[in-house]
């Protein structure tokens, strides 16, 4: 990976482009421009990206294009979420501007690497790999933790995890599970400093992801080799060990 994660941007102006980036979500600028068409192959990969086949460049609406391009020219690889979304125009819109809605909103008491943690406790239930292996790899950018989704992903329940943050997986497992949601869980977030907004975020994101998890079951859709390796080796010695 070329560089940290940077949040996704919906255009706070009004703009004739239905979907524009004014940031980066993965990272570190290119200096060269992508020109390439979308293929079912993700570079080294060796099985499809997914079952649905992913259109061509030229026949994807202009800013959704401009997005692929911007993510994929600033972070050195395209998420195989995009490619994938892509097949369906205007839900990649919709999975996008929602996707933004939650996990980038800037107010609330949950920070980047809790909301990732959210993601990965749930999609673990949820069985979904893309989803555990891509956020797992935010989560470690963000927290500067290297274990600690790994953790969680064998058993969260003995993961390294403060009290805080077993009350906010507790919370979000509950609705993940579809169990009956009574004042007691909120009560235990009420214990660590959470309000009924953050309840609200925390149960937001596990629903979000439990819709995103099920999409990425039926599509098929398999993580990019690069996450893999992200936020597990220092920069400074990753650099040092490019030749």
Not at 44 to 53: H, K, L
Not at 149 to 177: G, I, T
Request: proline residues 6%.
């Amino acid at each position: 990976m070329k560089g940290p994660l940077l949040r996704l941007l919906l255009p706070r102006r009004a703009s004739p482009r239905p979907l524009l980036v004014s940031g980066s979500l993965w990272g570190r600028a290119q200096t060269a421009a992508i020109s390439h068409a979308y293929s079912t192959q993700a570079g080294s990969t060796r099985r499809p990206t997914g079952r649905y086949p992913i259109p061509n460049q030229k026949d994807l609406p202009y800013d959704i294009v401009e997005l692929m391009e911007e993510v994929e020219m600033k972070s050195g690889f395209l998420p195989n979420v995009f490619s994938v979304m892509s097949h369906r125009p205007a839900e990649f819109r919709a999975f996008f501007a929602y996707y933004n809605a939650i996990m980038n909103k800037e107010r609330g008491r949950l920070s980047k690497a809790d909301k990732e943690l959210i993601v990965v406790a749930t999609s673990v239930v949820n069985r979904c790999p893309y989803c555990v292996i891509a956020h797992g790899a935010l989560h470690r950018i963000y927290s500067k933790k290297p274990a600690l989704a790994d953790q969680v992903v064998v058993n969260w329940k003995l993961a390294d995890l403060s009290d805080r943050e077993q009350a906010m997986l507790e919370f979000a497992l509950a609705v993940s599970h579809s169990d009956n949601i009574t004042e007691e869980h909120f009560q235990k977030l009420e214990a660590q400093g959470f309000d009924r907004e953050d309840a609200w975020d925390i149960g937001m994101i596990a629903s979000f992801f439990a819709m995103s998890n099920r999409i990425a079951h039926f599509t098929d859709l398999r993580p990019n080799e690069e996450f893999y390796t992200m936020g597990r080796i220092p920069r400074d010695k990753e650099k040092a060990e490019t030749p």
